[in-house]
């Protein structure tokens, strides 16, 4: 599908103009030399594929790594801008994790009519488990990728708020060390904030939601379910980058009342886990039996409060895609305040009118699966073709509860570099947050992910995304 | 340090070996090939022998011609010690310690990987076959370099080192089995033709031919290549020497831990099993037996660190 | 009344064991129809590695068997005394909301037969009574048989199947009253039997939540509603929720199970 003209670009303002993040940038841009930056695109791959920054992709062979595209010019955002945006994320953080804690206890947004009992009860991430307990800090959600997209010069809208378990991080912080290595010269020309900061921040954010059991320095791991993992890499990376261990479920065991890893010279009691696997694997005695990636018993040393697991079970159930229609109002339930940042108009089509609606529009609206992630089972409607959106009426008959719906955001674009020079493509962003009781710390930048396809709307790395580094300036 | 990435650290090490050890291998196979006139298979059957993979071998392949064996030990994806596998499980290994390694050492074991993917594509011709080892041998030299200039010495990199040994003592000491009687001063005719083939085909498969001319203290004769492949400590890949350095490293993880374990003295007692013997010793005991004895004991030595290091559940 | 318990699980496995790991509901705490005098556990060829409460209250212990042991002994005994409040457990509630009680779950997911036991339930001008009916109904069509259903029977396959034991009835009178939007839970605990001390297997029975009297239970087994000879130990959605023991075990092997319990006054 072709993008409406009237879409927001990050650097161009009618014609010639650049707007002014994009200034020193596109003056250095233009001091180039024909030819350089296609020899740097090279390198560039080389260089991700020597260090092994891969994924793989979901139903493909499992030896099948591949490599997400990555885009040299980055996505320049002034320190005026990121300001606002920061305390809008923070906020929604902020009520999130409140309302976690009321939802696993005493529930007072469903007793005061603000979010549907239904919503929770139906909501296949609501885990009973979770009743009656409070996690260290009363924290849930440590660690937050929240989707947001532009569509004008103040106009933010989160699209997802990714409260489970965000991955990409790795990704800000390897393009981010690209870019330094391919242009050092850059960044002594323009001021960016840093982002190398976030793994000695999170380790940091970690340690400080130990559970009281814990005496002296808190030992964490990284839980990962393997090496076939998409997500592998960046287990590793993060482990790594924090001088944590990368166990897996076999690794641990219940040992004194405490989950323990196996070491060569016995086991060894963790205090946290930043788990990277979901909730339905975690526990085979409490959970899904069958699961062979799980520590049995985490739960129950978990409600004993011998361990913090990050992000604590049962998160999911604040940032499914029913509960984001709610989300403005969950804001201003906990904070008292009214939401910074927007929520994108959502049709739940469990509810007629909505459905009805959206069967009558299904070419303007993006529909989205409640559960869904990574953009599987998703329908653009303005870029599907009239079978596409016959089949997928049906599909909505037959489970509309199974489905949101959103209109077709005209996503702002920023250069990417082809050929022919710099070409606007779709980006959204996911800034990376961290919570503790410490308080919440934003990592300045993070994850810009580009359709690489003119006028795609579909940023997915799954789908034929790349990434760009996303430059905070220092204004 | 987890179990497992003990466990990973040791089998990484022992694939590389393994790999480099083929490519060994297939070269002294593809090199006695070319220079005897009458048929090779005999000495393509020894390779596959030599290599511990003949009964597989023998489902997929009728005959042991030099095009087969050296498509089997190179690059077959069914064969789990051919250099693709063994590269791509050390690969794997390392991804799954990667966390233990340095950048260095994990580009260098990733860029094996990319290389092998590369050169292993297709079939190989034997005009390109010097060339391919030649790459096989190199990259090993890159990841071990990589090991020796930016590892800390520490239990990670004795890790590392007993896994190397240990499969080093095992993949020479199957070498020696294979070719025993050829090394007995009784069966071997003296100076003859045959023997020289055989035993220069014994040297090169563990890089030491050269060596060998070079210590020159003793003509080349059964009981001299035999001694110098078990006994020589200046070798690097002879069975004393393997030893020597597993229980080296055996020692420092011990001081490390500040515990000794049943893996301890079991090497202990391998090393003095070769240091107190001479050549002649070794002989009258037998050098099969001898040479299946410590092929035993070495798997156990595995077995027990496996163990006593806690590798796995 | 002052009841004394003595529950034996033994659990024999035909390999020695490398890591098993059992959670057990079996304290019974202190309410309004019962004061727990004096209770112990105690484990054999095992460790409690913790106690806590579970998502409904209950207290849980997680017992890590010994590595090699080929028997684990799990021994919960005491005195608990008792009162009769004719099965009313009254508007006593835990962090669980109702709404959770009226949710079916894979053993209690109701199929017509089980709907229509629920109907005079929907329109019933007098519940407490039209659910002892029900109660009634279930018995009849579900006589007690032992061994003709195991742990992980359906309410639904019970019914079908026309026998079953005390987890059968609690069950479908659970999936019976939460088809008729009541918010129903499954009780597991002791009974004393007037005939005989030594028995085969703990007890188990449903409690209905009833906008009047609050929670009320009711054992389907023996037509009536819990009195003095009821000790209760753990409550949840159905039997997995508040079993006396459940776990889970790594490697090969078999493993054998025998329960003793002796209820005396």
């Not at chain 1, 060569?264 to 069958?290: A, H, M, S």
């Amino acid at each position: 599908m072709n993008t409406k003209p009237e879409h927001f670009d990050e650097m161009r303002v009618g014609d010639d103009a650049v707007r002014s993040p994009y200034d020193s940038y596109k003056r250095w841009f233009d001091e180039q030399p024909a030819g350089r930056f296609a020899r740097k695109s090279k390198e560039a791959e080389a260089f991700f594929r020597r260090t092994g920054i891969t994924f793989n992709v979901y139903g493909q062979v499992a030896a099948q790594e591949r490599l997400i595209p990555f885009d040299l010019v980055p996505r320049i955002i002034s320190g005026r801008e990121w300001n606002k945006l920061s305390r809008g994320i923070e906020q929604r953080v902020r009520a999130i994790n409140a309302f976690l804690h009321d939802i696993y206890n005493r529930q007072e947004i469903l007793k005061a009519g603000r979010v549907p009992v239904d919503l929770i009860a139906r909501n296949e991430a609501f885990l009973p488990q979770m009743m009656g307990f409070s996690p260290p800090g009363n924290i849930y959600t440590h660690i937050v990728g929240t989707d947001i997209v532009r569509t004008g010069e103040d106009d933010f809208f989160v699209l997802e708020d990714n409260a489970r378990t965000p991955s990409g991080v790795s990704y800000m912080l390897e393009n981010r060390e690209t870019m330094l290595q391919m242009f050092p010269e850059l960044f002594s020309r323009i001021k960016v904030q840093p982002v190398s900061d976030y793994p000695k921040n999170l380790r940091r954010s970690l340690a400080a939601t130990a559970p009281q059991s814990c005496n002296g320095k808190p030992v964490i791991a990284v839980l990962t379910p393997g090496i076939y993992n998409s997500a592998y890499y960046e287990h590793s990376f993060l482990a790594d980058q924090m001088g944590a261990e990368l166990v897996e479920g076999h690794d641990l065991r219940v040992v004194d009342g405490h989950i323990a890893m196996r070491t060569t010279r016995g086991y060894k009691q963790i205090d946290v886990i930043y788990r990277r696997i979901d909730d339905e694997y975690l526990d085979p005695l409490t959970f899904n039996p069958k699961s062979m990636l799980g520590v049995p018993g985490i739960m129950d040393v978990y409600r004993a409060g011998n361990i913090t697991i990050a992000n604590a079970p049962g998160t999911g159930v604040a940032d499914d895609k029913a509960i984001y229609s709610y989300m403005p109002d969950i804001v201003e339930f906990y904070t008292g305040e009214k939401a910074i940042l927007k929520n994108v108009e959502t049709h739940r089509c469990g509810e007629a009118d909505s459905l009805k609606y959206v069967l009558d529009n299904l070419a303007d609206l993006v529909v989205k699966e409640v559960h869904g992630s990574g953009g599987y089972g998703m329908l653009v409607g303005p870029a599907a073709s009239k079978k596409e959106l016959a089949d997928f009426a049906d599909k909505l008959r037959a489970r509309p509860g199974n489905y949101i719906a959103q209109p077709t955001l005209s996503l702002s674009t920023v250069p990417i570099f082809v050929k022919k020079g710099l070409a606007p493509r779709h980006v959204d962003l996911r800034p990376y947050v961290l919570v503790s009781p410490e308080g919440i710390n934003i990592t300045p930048g993070g994850l810009t992910r580009v359709a690489l396809t003119e006028g795609s709307l579909v940023v997915n790395s799954s789908q034929g995304g790349g990434t760009k580094d996303t430059w905070v300036l220092e204004d | 340090m987890l179990g497992k990435t003990a466990g990973g650290l040791f089998w990484m090490f022992r694939f590389l070996e393994r790999a480099e050890n083929t490519a060994r291998l297939v070269e002294a196979g593809f090199r006695i090939a070319l220079t005897r006139s009458q048929d090779s298979s005999s000495e393509w059957e020894s390779v596959v022998t030599t290599a511990g993979v003949c009964d597989h071998y023998r489902k997929k392949h009728n005959d042991f011609t030099a095009a087969n064996v050296i498509d089997y030990l190179l690059r077959d994806k069914d064969n789990a010690s051919s250099v693709y596998s063994v590269i791509k499980s050390a690969r794997d290994n390392a991804r799954l310690v990667r966390t233990a390694l340095t950048v260095e050492v994990w580009t260098a074991v990733n860029d094996n990987w990319m290389t092998m993917q590369e050169l292993l594509k297709r079939p190989i011709k034997e005009t390109d076959l010097p060339r391919v080892l030649d790459v096989i041998r190199s990259q090993s030299a890159l990841v071990r370099g990589a090991l020796h200039g930016t590892m800390l010495r520490n239990d990670i990199y004795d890790f590392a080192r007993i896994g190397t040994f240990i499969e080093r003592a095992d993949n020479v000491a199957r070498i020696i089995d294979v070719k025993y009687y050829t090394l007995l001063p009784s069966t071997s005719f003296v100076g003859s033709s045959l023997d020289n083939v055989q035993w220069e085909t014994i040297l090169r498969s563990v890089s030491a031919h050269r060596a060998f001319r070079w210590l020159d203290e003793e003509d080349m004769t059964a009981s001299s290549v035999a001694r110098f492949l078990i006994l020589d400590p200046r070798l690097p890949r002879s069975l004393v020497f393997s030893m020597k350095t597993t229980v080296e490293n055996l020692n420092y993880l011990a001081e490390e831990y500040g515990e000794r374990h049943a893996c301890h003295d079991h090497a202990d007692q391998m090393l003095k099993n070769l240091r107190e013997r001479d050549i002649k010793s070794i002989f009258d005991e037998g050098l099969h037996e001898f040479i299946t004895g410590f092929i035993h004991d070495n798997n156990a030595l595995g077995l027990l660190i496996e163990r006593d290091y806690k590798f796995y559940n | 009344m002052d009841l004394r318990i003595t529950h034996t699980t033994t659990y024999a496995y035909d390999q020695p064991v490398s890591y098993a790991l059992q959670r057990l509901h079996l304290r019974p705490q202190s309410n309004v129809m019962q004061t727990v005098l004096d209770w112990s556990l105690e484990v054999e060829g095992g460790v409690v590695e913790l106690t806590c409460d579970d998502h409904h209250g209950n207290i849980m212990d997680l017992v890590n068997t010994t590595r090699g042991a080929t028997e684990l002994k799990v021994t919960a005994s005491g005195t608990v005394r008792t009162q009769d409040k004719a099965g009313v457990m009254g508007k006593v509630y835990g962090a669980a909301p109702l709404w959770h009680f009226t949710q079916q779950t894979r053993l209690t997911e109701p199929s017509k037969a089980i709907r229509a036991l629920a109907r005079p339930l929907k329109t019933s001008d007098n519940p407490l009574r039209d659910l002892h009916g029900t109660s009634a109904a279930i018995l009849n069509a579900v006589p007690y048989a032992t061994g003709q259903t195991y742990t992980e029977t359906t309410a639904d396959e019970a019914l079908a199947g026309g026998a079953g034991v005390c987890q059968d009835h609690a069950h479908i009178m659970i999936a019976a009253a939460r088809a008729a939007g009541m918010p129903a839970r499954y009780v597991s605990g002791y009974l004393l039997l007037d005939d005989r001390i030594d028995q085969d297997a703990s007890h188990a029975w449903a409690e209905v939540h009833l906008p009047t009297l609050g929670w009320v239970g009711f054992d389907v087994s023996n037509g009536i509603s819990p009195d003095m000879r009821y000790v209760r130990i753990a409550i949840g959605r159905d039997a997995r929720d508040a079993a006396p023991i459940q776990g889970v075990r790594m490697g090969p092997g078999d493993e054998s199970l025998i329960v003793t319990l002796q209820v005396q006054q």
